[in-house]
Nanobody, 124 residues
């Protein structure tokens, strides 16, 4: 069992930065692939970024490449999403997710555990 708690969301002006954190409980974190997804009002949940168990492999949605960075600290059971050069279209609820496999996954259906989400609002 893995429990996930996101933090770090908030209101920021366009061009600004935020760092989201996702604290995980459970012994399987260090062997779990992790991902960030987001859902804007009226839209479906979409993939943002993912990382494998070691942090050696990552993947990003085209819309965030070059602006967002996913990382993890297995000693702290935490995964991060550094978001730079934020745009109003990045406004959404951001969710952290974990799957019981070590690889990078972009399909939300392949994830086993989800956090409650944290709101990110980017003003123009």
């Amino acid at each position: 069992q893995v429990q996930l708690v996101e933090s770090g969301g908030g209101l920021v002006q366009a061009g600004g930065s935020l760092r989201l954190s996702c604290a995980a409980s459970g012994r399987t974190f260090s062997r779990s692939g992790m991902g960030w997804f987001r859902q804007a009002p009226g839209k479906e949940r979409e993939f943002v970024a993912a990382i494998n168990w070691s942090g050696g492999s990552t993947d990003y949605a085209d819309s965030v490449k070059g602006r967002f960075t996913i990382s993890r600290d297995n000693a702290k059971n935490t995964v991060y999403l550094q978001m730079n050069s934020l745009k109003p279209e990045d406004t959404a609820v951001y969710y952290c997710a974990a799957h019981l496999g070590s690889i990078v996954r972009v399909d939300s259906k392949r994830y086993d555990y989800w956090g409650q989400g944290t709101q990110v609002t980017v003003s123009s």
